[in-house]
């Protein structure tokens, strides 16, 4: 079985990844805006400096138009990339690395620790979280891209925890890790050599998971105006538009930009893990799965038991 | 029924954990933010209320941490949130009261849409792998991965602005009054249909997804291989055999992203100027109104709770194993 394959060279998925088309479109999308976001902002001008045409259609001056009081779009694009790509990849890595931990520790724990722990991680997998973080981050007045970042990863890491609680459970039972033991392994080696590195590409198909949440959970935060509303990133460019109804006076070059770049970001972390996914567990791919349905109609099942490998008719 | 009764004592606690972080908030943030909103009011409130304030923000330090804890837990099971600012001097509760007949109406109809459509196409997009369908899912992910407010806008530009269909904002028009007439209900529809497609055209991939993935799964089980060799007609295996066992994995998922999809439906209602609770959340950050925030934050912990225990008792009624006397 491949899944077998994948989790015993942990190194064989990565080069398997970057051969899925899934993983390349992504991984492109991705690397367009870490560019955009780190050498962009010096090819654009001051995105707070104001000029004499407001609600400019776009045009060879303007490629985007300007806002309401004659701002370039364009540089407030090109300047807030960071601060999405920032709050992201910050707000993730922290929330994973919590969620690694919790997960872990629950399942090698066992019993009353686990119990606690896993109630903990279910208490915050259902309180709502954009509410919670709103009022975290009303109180902190004006906050900081990073403080914003821990505040999100605060409310992003129980739904990896509960993964990787489950997958740790799961491998622990396996043969391999059952005859580490027998051998005398110390439960640290076990964990670090035996279960981790086999869990690695399920850990970095939540990361990407978690990045979106956290850049869409930030976008959320900045249009409605919660931390500080003069740092440009695409959440603020939407709050200054719904402010200044650019909606009525039809400046649609104002606030299509912004959420185009977070849906087209969003959509290559998205295809990152499904790509990803699809590798940890191959019964997801499409491409493998050729047996369509046509067939079933004409065809009797018989052909099909003799080929399914594990199927003894009429046991 | 063991099963739904330690459902009931999960949420009680996750219920009392809201309750006390949301007690411990304002007492951890840096600097006193409180004190310079009480400060505004302070003249101008009734002793009962000025009492109900202190407790719930601790600004009165003369009494013990855990003795403000239990008088804010008295405080709370009365049903009393303290004094909105923004609508000054309207009780929390009273506010919240009025947004959210809007906000259960709003999300409760497009969630419960979103999930039917979401799972028919979910089962369509399993049966039908390897063909054209599979071209959904780079389509449904990009919808996804769409903040659900700017989803909002375009749909407003379009079909409010350009087209003129439908109304621009808020939830029924000024020349009605809210009341059981078809007048004002007419009016409450015509506002309601372009958030609504909103929120579940951009909660719709979840399902899509989440359906497509666990059906693949139980495509694949020796019982659907037996129940096409009995020569059992397509459909009658495909929604008996498959579906039915598909379903209840993504009805566990349904009900816990309830609380980012009522997250993006608040957004949804700002863009909108909906007057539901999502846009109360609004301007109660423009105002620092902090005891209206933490009202609706206790509120949509407390609904999202409420609407995890019916999707519980879906659950149960659909998957016998859950009846078993454990």
């Known amino acids: 079985m491949s899944t077998v394959d994948v989790y015993l060279r942990p190194r064989g998925w990565l080069r398997t990844a970057v051969r899925s088309p899934k993983v390349l479109t992504g991984l492109g999308l991705l690397i367009f805006f870490v560019l955009l976001g780190v050498i962009g902002p010096m090819f654009v001008g001051n995105p707070s400096a104001t000029g004499p045409d407001a609600y400019a259609h776009p045009s060879l001056q303007y490629p985007l138009g300007t806002t309401d009081t004659g701002q370039n779009v364009l540089a407030q694009l090109v300047d807030g990339t960071s601060v999405s790509l920032i709050v992201g990849f910050v707000a993730a890595a922290i929330a994973t690395v919590i969620a690694v931990a919790i997960g872990l520790s629950s399942a090698f724990l066992g019993g009353v620790p686990d119990e606690i722990l896993s109630t903990i991680t279910n208490v915050f997998l259902v309180i709502p979280a954009l509410p919670l973080v709103i009022v975290l981050a009303g109180y902190l007045h004006g906050a900081s891209t990073l403080v914003i970042s821990v505040v999100i990863a605060v409310t992003a890491w129980p739904w990896t925890a509960r993964i990787m609680r489950a997958q740790t459970l799961s491998l622990r039972r396996r043969d391999y890790v059952q005859s580490a033991r027998v051998a005398g392994e110390s439960t640290t080696r076990i964990i670090w050599f035996e279960i981790v590195p086999n869990e690695i590409p399920l850990i970095f198909a939540q990361f990407l998971i978690t990045v979106l949440y956290a850049i869409l959970i930030q976008a959320g935060?900045?249009?409605?105006?919660?931390?500080?509303?003069?740092?440009w990133s695409w959440g603020t460019m939407l709050y200054w538009a719904q402010n200044a109804e650019a909606l009525s006076f039809g400046a649609w070059w104002w606030f299509v930009p912004p959420g185009l770049c977070l849906a087209l970001l969003g959509t290559g972390l998205a295809l990152?893990?499904?790509?990803?996914?699809?590798?940890?567990?191959?019964?997801?791919?499409?491409?493998?799965?050729?047996?369509?349905?046509?067939?079933?109609k004409t065809k009797p099942a018989s052909d099909r038991a003799l080929t399914a490998p594990d199927v003894v008719v009429g046991a | 029924m063991a099963f739904l009764a330690r459902r009931l004592g999960f949420y009680l606690i996750t219920a009392w954990v809201a309750i006390t972080v949301n007690f411990f908030i304002p007492r951890l943030m840096p600097g006193n933010p409180v004190d310079l909103v009480f400060d505004r009011v302070r003249h101008a409130i009734s002793p009962a209320a000025l009492h109900a304030f202190t407790i719930a923000f601790g600004i009165d330090n003369k009494q013990s941490l855990i003795s403000q804890y239990f008088g804010y837990l008295d405080q709370i099971l009365h049903g009393n949130l303290g004094i909105s600012i923004t609508f000054f001097p309207t009780p929390v509760s009273s506010v919240i009261r009025g947004g959210l007949p809007w906000t259960l109406f709003l999300v409760g109809v497009s969630?419960?849409?979103?999930?039917?459509?979401?799972?028919?196409?979910?089962?369509?997009?399993?049966?039908?792998?390897?063909?054209?369908?599979?071209?959904?899912?780079?389509?449904t992910s990009f919808l996804s991965a769409m903040p659900y407010f700017w989803m909002g806008l375009l749909v407003l530009t379009v079909f409010a602005v350009n087209l003129g269909w439908f109304p621009l904002s808020g939830g029924y028009s000024p020349t009605v009054t809210p009341s059981f007439t078809w007048g004002f209900i007419s009016s409450a529809l015509d506002h309601a249909i372009l958030p609504a497609a909103t929120i579940v055209v951009s909660s719709i991939a979840g399902w899509l997804l989440g359906m497509r993935n666990v059906m693949m799964g139980t495509l694949g089980e020796d019982y659907v291989l037996l129940a096409e060799a009995k020569g059992l007609p397509q459909r009658r295996v495909t929604f008996t055999y498959a579906a039915r066992n598909a379903i209840l994995p993504n009805m566990a998922a349904f009900a816990l992203s309830l609380g980012f999809i009522v997250s993006g439906a608040l957004l949804t209602e700002v863009v909108f100027s909906y007057p539901g609770i999502g846009y109360l959340l609004f301007e109660a950050v423009e105002n620092e109104d902090y005891p209206l925030m933490q009202g609706i934050f206790l509120m949509i912990t407390l609904l999202v709770l409420l609407a995890n225990l019916l999707a519980d008792v879906m659950y149960a009624a659909l998957d016998p194993r859950t009846r078993e006397v454990a």
């Open chain 1, 272 to 296: 990152m893990n499904f790509g990803v996914d699809e590798i940890a567990n191959p019964r997801l791919s499409s491409a493998r799965a050729k047996r369509p349905s046509r067939r079933m």
């Open chain 2, 111 to 139: 969630t419960v849409l979103s999930f039917l459509f979401g799972t028919l196409l979910g089962m369509v997009a399993a049966v039908r792998r390897g063909t054209w369908v599979d071209a959904l899912l780079p389509v």
């Open chain 1, 221 to 231: 935060l900045a249009f409605l105006g919660v931390g500080s509303v003069t740092t």
